[in-house]
């Protein structure tokens, strides 16, 4: 093994280690109470359960390549496996984001709440579908003068397999045919999905703006709680200090009666479903923006190859290969952040946090 190869696998080995760390400790803090989460949190603890596989997965692959270094050659099974994951981990991932969008955009724009039943539903989807297309490469009939060469094989950067679609073979064309469009189809939908949220959620904030004009938190844009009808009749209420214009003080206690007969229980109620809505809205996007960020460069490989017929460079390979790591590495620590299902799950394991 040259020393770059071997600097290569190396940083893979450490990054792939910490993922199963901090993955690992979501997944396992959080797999006997997965009935206390919400439909979104329960999609990406299945999220972090894709994520923690495939890096155990690469991990005992590079542990394999440090001790026999033809574990990743071209033909052999835990090379074939390995890019079996990762299609798989992909399209499984790219679908649960797109179901995480999904239950935020029919929340928000249509006011329909799915539960966990549904969720488990979708799963069922899942699995089958990111199967099906990371089995394909074994469907295809086989070079008969080069049967290694086909399907999954090791990458230019020497530490991980995958489609090679810079050779333009069969699978190669075949699985950009298929993946292109589920990708690039469902990216589409999430960023149609949440533009049309974020439109309805600021929509939603003016509305409630005009019953409360000018009630705004000293912290936040939010409009205050509509709830607090005795705070309002106080402002409202003008002092008695004795001497004032009787005459100003019905027009202050008229409007002070009609603002608040105009605040219904209805509107209330949808000011702090739209409250928590609009947190959930942060949560998920941040969670699968994290997730496109760090598999784009991948994808735009794929395509620069097909198009050009010419392999990535070692360097760069592994410089894309590396996007996908980190966005596996920090995706749990976004997880834990912005998750208050899984975060309050992981802080009971430890006693940090008792409800």
Not at 116 to 144: D, G, H, T, W, Y
Not at 161 to 181: E, G, K, Q, T, W
Not at 246 to 275: C, F, Y
Request: proline share 5%.
């Amino acid at each position: 093994m040259d020393p770059v190869t071997r600097m290569f696998s190396t940083t893979t080995l450490v990054i792939s280690s910490a993922e199963i760390i901090l993955n690992g400790v979501l997944v396992a803090t959080s797999m006997f109470r997965t009935e206390e989460l919400i439909p979104s949190s329960y999609l990406v603890f299945w999220l972090c359960v894709s994520d923690t596989f495939l890096a155990l997965h690469i991990f005992v692959v590079e542990v394999l390549f440090a001790i026999y270094p033809e574990t990743i050659n071209e033909g052999s099974a835990s090379c074939r496996a390995q890019g079996f994951l990762i299609v798989f981990s992909v399209v499984a991932s790219v679908m649960l984001c797109s179901g995480i969008t999904g239950l935020r955009f029919m929340a928000v724009k249509r006011q329909v709440f799915y539960k966990i039943r549904e969720c488990n539903l979708f799963l069922l989807s899942v699995i089958p579908v990111s199967a099906f297309v990371a089995s394909i490469p074994f469907m295809l009939p086989q070079n008969a003068e080069e049967p290694a060469l086909m399907g999954y094989g090791v990458r230019p950067s020497k530490v991980f397999c995958s489609i090679n679609y810079y050779r333009r073979d069969l699978p190669a064309i075949v699985m950009v045919c298929v993946c292109l469009p589920i990708l690039s189809g469902q990216i589409n939908w999430m960023m149609s999905a949440y533009s049309q949220i974020y439109l309805e959620l600021k929509q939603t904030n003016s509305t409630l703006r005009e019953f409360l004009p000018g009630k705004v938190t000293a912290n936040s844009s939010e409009p205050r709680s509509l709830s607090d009808k005795s705070d309002l009749e106080k402002e409202q209420r003008p002092s008695n200090n004795g001497a004032g214009d009787t005459g100003k003080v019905d027009v202050q206690r008229k409007r002070a009666a009609s603002m608040l007969e105009s605040i219904s229980p209805s509107v209330v109620n949808r000011d702090s479903e739209d409250s928590k809505q609009r947190a959930l809205f942060r949560q998920s996007f941040i969670i699968v923006a994290s997730f496109l960020c760090g598999w784009t460069p991948y994808i735009c490989m794929e395509l620069y190859e097909l198009a050009t017929g010419h392999a990535a460079s070692p360097a760069f390979d592994f410089g894309v290969d590396f996007c996908i790591l980190i966005n596996s590495g920090v995706s749990p620590v976004v997880v834990f952040l912005f998750d208050r299902g899984i975060q309050r799950n992981a802080l009971r394991a430890f006693g940090l946090a008792t409800k």
